[in-house]
């Protein structure tokens, strides 16, 4: 139901029975507003600039008390600083007939003086409608309507003064309360309450009483008071929020959602939470990215790479996936809701893949490669001068001429190399991988220059990674068990959790476009990345590297920064960590990974009107 705000004195007939007093007589009836800028209803325009209002726009309004209707609401000052919305949605301008029941709705801060007239009452009718705005560290006034309030990019610091009109986070944003200037509770409107909702309308956070200091308003009002609060910072976990620097004024957010002023328990605005107002790239709103997870286990039936039991095992995957996507939300980046991530336990793939040129690309020479696939033999000749590519579709045909599925990818030239590697995974017709041997008292090949290599994933002594030298294309073992995985989606990132890497010493990897790999878009974490959680942040950071499209570290060529997410050798659990976007790199990740990519791997992700903020109407 809307909310009723008012004092009202029962006097019938006020002016034809005391004429003397004229005005004064009549019954007054006091009504307290909000200045309605924000956008409850997700449409990129103010509610109090919209002549329809429906659904979730209609929430700050007030309802008129009922005797109004069929009165004719006449100025007497003020009127610019509020209006009447009929129970069609429709605004209507003072001075005309209430023909239907409807609403107040604040438009600016100051006071609205009226009259009532009805042959049945007459009534005085005081609007007093305070105001909201919102500063960023420039100074600048941030529409809550037409932007947005943006998750923290930098570390905690304290160099502001109580009501400085600059402050070096030009993120965080400072709540403006303006106030009619006409005596009534000044004093009491020192303090504001803070709520942040995630897109769904949970309530993520609190601050129960954001203290405000007297200061000059954000805009030119006549007859205003205004009282500021300190730089608010939206903040991703309980590392951020809690800190000594900046506790009190420091609240949790999500991308999409949004954060709500209240007083005495009452809504007074909102405004949404999306990506980097400004960045080389333009305003970032709110993008969304496909990650699909699965956990291997040690071997066939045993236990997961993660905890003690399947459910345990994706529990830690999606707390991880959950964690990264709220470091992301600095650049407008969302996995999604953690509960949906789309995630399996599986098997270690068996031996599907031939690899033909494995590692230096060396054409053949001639000779024959051999090798049962299931229950049937294959038998190749090679000729001497054919490239691993050709050999590798001659594979393929005579796989197909068995009856199954052959699919060859071609892999990226590793530095040594004279030419691509490629590999054949074969399949049966309905997708299931065939396990692929060599034939008892034959060789695999005869050839005496052309390699050629069935690929299998052991993981009981760790997943065998690339080094320098071949980390374009991948370790053998790595391109078994991840082609086996690959569901045939550019715009998809495949997380893969292994119980460790082969060696010690790496805890995550990852495989971007722009090595030229049939590999792409993927990430592979081991148990021990998943552990490292807060100190390194490992799914964030390899995702990054997909993201952006960039094999190096923001460390590589310059400055070390341990504050950085793309670090490369930063491991710190506190809020000066490895846990910050910089506006370049959020660029490049919407310029690599975006909408308009060659590959998009993010897409627009509009927002809606939070549910549970919807008014419900008799």
């Not at 040594?416 to 090949?445: A, F, Q």
């Given at each position: 139901?809307?909310?009723?705000?008012?004092?009202?004195?029962?006097?019938?007939?006020?002016?034809?029975?005391?004429?003397?007093?004229?005005?004064?007589?009549?019954?007054?009836?006091?009504?307290?507003?909000?200045?309605?800028?924000?956008?409850?209803?997700?449409?990129?325009?103010?509610?109090?600039?919209?002549?329809?209002?429906?659904?979730?726009?209609?929430?700050?309004?007030?309802?008129?008390?009922?005797?109004?209707?069929?009165?004719?609401?006449?100025?007497?000052?003020?009127?610019?600083?509020?209006?009447?919305?009929?129970?069609?949605?429709?605004?209507?301008?003072?001075?005309?007939?209430?023909?239907?029941?409807?609403?107040?709705?604040?438009?600016?801060?100051?006071?609205?003086?009226?009259?009532?007239?009805?042959?049945?009452?007459?009534?005085?009718?005081?609007?007093?409608?305070?105001?909201?705005?919102?500063?960023?560290?420039?100074?600048?006034?941030?529409?809550?309507?037409?932007?947005?309030?943006?998750?923290?990019?930098?570390?905690?610091?304290?160099?502001?003064g109580p009501a400085a009109a600059r402050y070096e986070d030009d993120e965080?944003?400072?709540?403006?309360?303006?106030?009619?200037?006409?005596?009534?509770?000044?004093?009491?409107?020192?303090?504001?309450?803070?709520?942040?909702?995630?897109?769904?309308?949970?309530?993520?956070?609190?601050?129960?009483?954001?203290?405000?200091?007297?200061?000059?308003?954000?805009?030119?009002?006549?007859?205003?008071?205004?009282?500021?609060?300190?730089?608010?910072?939206?903040?991703?976990?309980?590392?951020?929020?809690?800190?000594?620097?900046?506790?009190?004024?420091?609240?949790?957010?999500?991308?999409?959602?949004?954060?709500?002023?209240?007083?005495?328990?009452?809504?007074?605005?909102?405004?949404?939470?999306?990506?980097?107002?400004?960045?080389?790239?333009?305003?970032?709103?709110?993008?969304?990215?496909?990650?699909?997870?699965?956990?291997?286990?040690?071997?066939?039936?045993?236990?997961?790479?993660?905890?003690?039991?399947?459910?345990?095992?994706?529990?830690?995957?999606?707390?991880?996936?959950?964690?990264?996507?709220?470091?992301?939300?600095?650049?407008?980046?969302?996995?999604?809701?953690?509960?949906?991530?789309?995630?399996?336990?599986?098997?270690?793939?068996?031996?599907?893949?031939?690899?033909?040129?494995?590692?230096?690309?060396?054409?053949?020479?001639?000779?024959?490669?051999?090798?049962?696939?299931?229950?049937?033999?294959?038998?190749?000749?090679?000729?001497?001068?054919?490239?691993?590519?050709?050999?590798?579709?001659?594979?393929?045909?005579?796989?197909?001429?068995?009856?199954?599925?052959?699919?060859?990818?071609?892999?990226?030239?590793?530095?040594?190399?004279?030419?691509?590697?490629?590999?054949?995974?074969?399949?049966?017709?309905?997708?299931?991988?065939?396990?692929?041997?060599?034939?008892?008292?034959?060789?695999?090949?005869?050839?005496?220059?052309?390699?050629?290599?069935?690929?299998?994933?052991?993981?009981?002594?760790?997943?065998?990674?690339?080094?320098?030298?071949?980390?374009?294309?991948?370790?053998?073992?790595?391109?078994?068990?991840?082609?086996?995985?690959?569901?045939?989606?550019?715009?998809?990132?495949?997380?893969?959790?292994?119980?460790?890497?082969?060696?010690?010493?790496?805890?995550?990897?990852?495989?971007?476009?722009?090595?030229?790999?049939?590999?792409?878009?993927i990430v592979l974490l081991d148990r021990a990345g998943i552990r490292a959680?807060?100190?390194?942040?490992?799914?964030?950071?390899?995702?990054?590297?997909?993201?952006?499209?960039?094999?190096?570290?923001?460390?590589?060529?310059?400055?070390?920064?341990?504050?950085?997410?793309?670090?490369?050798?930063?491991?710190?659990?506190?809020?000066?960590?490895?846990?910050?976007i910089t506006l370049e790199e959020c660029a490049r990740v919407v310029r690599?990974?975006?909408?308009?990519?060659?590959?998009?791997?993010?897409?627009?992700?509009?927002?809606?009107?939070?549910?549970?903020?919807?008014?419900?109407?008799?």
């Amino acid at each position: 139901m809307a909310r009723i705000a008012f004092v009202f004195l029962v006097v019938a007939g006020c002016l034809e029975a005391n004429p003397s007093r004229g005005a004064d007589a009549c019954p007054m009836l006091r009504v307290d507003l909000w200045a309605d800028r924000d956008d409850d209803d997700a449409n990129g325009r103010p509610d109090g600039e919209q002549g329809v209002l429906r659904g979730a726009a209609l929430i700050d309004l007030v309802e008129l008390d009922r005797r109004i209707v069929g009165a004719r609401l006449e100025v007497v000052s003020g009127g610019e600083h509020a209006r009447i919305v009929l129970a069609t949605g429709i605004a209507i301008p003072w001075g005309r007939v209430v023909p239907v029941q409807g609403w107040f709705q604040g438009l600016s801060p100051g006071t609205v003086e009226l009259t009532a007239n009805a042959p049945s009452i007459q009534l005085r009718i005081r609007i007093r409608v305070r105001g909201m705005d919102m500063v960023d560290g420039k100074g600048e006034t941030v529409d809550m309507a037409r932007s947005h309030a943006s998750l923290n990019r930098l570390p905690p610091a304290s160099t502001y003064g109580p009501a400085a009109a600059r402050y070096e986070d030009d993120e965080a944003l400072r709540a403006v309360m303006a106030i009619p200037d006409d005596g009534i509770d000044v004093d009491g409107d020192r303090a504001i309450a803070l709520e942040s909702l995630s897109p769904a309308g949970r309530v993520i956070d609190t601050l129960p009483n954001v203290a405000l200091v007297s200061s000059t308003c954000a805009r030119p009002y006549l007859d205003v008071r205004c009282w500021t609060s300190p730089p608010l910072r939206l903040v991703v976990d309980d590392v951020d929020r809690d800190h000594p620097l900046v506790a009190g004024r420091s609240i949790k957010a999500e991308v999409g959602g949004a954060i709500v002023f209240r007083r005495d328990g009452r809504k007074a605005q909102m405004m949404r939470v999306l990506g980097p107002r400004t960045s080389p790239a333009g305003p970032i709103g709110r993008l969304k990215a496909t990650l699909r997870g699965s956990i291997v286990r040690i071997v066939p039936g045993g236990a997961p790479a993660l905890g003690r039991t399947d459910a345990d095992a994706l529990r830690v995957l999606r707390a991880e996936m959950s964690d990264a996507s709220g470091i992301w939300g600095q650049c407008g980046l969302s996995f999604g809701d953690a509960r949906a991530f789309e995630a399996r336990v599986i098997d270690p793939p068996p031996p599907h893949l031939i690899a033909l040129g494995d590692d230096l690309g060396i054409a053949a020479s001639g000779g024959e490669i051999r090798l049962r696939a299931g229950a049937a033999i294959l038998s190749v000749p090679t000729r001497t001068g054919e490239s691993p590519s050709r050999v590798a579709s001659n594979v393929a045909r005579a796989a197909e001429r068995a009856g199954l599925v052959a699919i060859v990818s071609a892999n990226a030239r590793i530095g040594p190399g004279l030419g691509p590697s490629v590999d054949v995974s074969i399949r049966k017709k309905d997708g299931e991988l065939v396990t692929l041997d060599t034939v008892p008292g034959s060789s695999l090949s005869t050839d005496a220059s052309l390699s050629v290599r069935i690929g299998a994933v052991d993981l009981t002594d760790g997943l065998k990674h690339f080094t320098d030298v071949n980390a374009a294309a991948g370790s053998l073992e790595e391109r078994t068990l991840l082609k086996a995985l690959d569901d045939g989606k550019p715009g998809t990132i495949q997380v893969v959790v292994v119980p460790f890497f082969e060696g010690g010493g790496r805890i995550g990897e990852s495989f971007i476009g722009s090595d030229s790999s049939s590999m792409r878009n993927i990430v592979l974490l081991d148990r021990a990345g998943i552990r490292a959680r807060k100190s390194s942040l490992t799914l964030a950071h390899e995702l990054g590297h997909v993201l952006m499209d960039l094999p190096g570290h923001a460390d590589d060529f310059q400055q070390d920064m341990p504050t950085r997410l793309m670090d490369s050798d930063a491991a710190d659990a506190s809020p000066f960590g490895p846990r910050r976007i910089t506006l370049e790199e959020c660029a490049r990740v919407v310029r690599q990974s975006g909408p308009l990519a060659r590959t998009p791997l993010l897409v627009d992700w509009p927002i809606a009107a939070v549910p549970g903020m919807v008014a419900v109407r008799p």
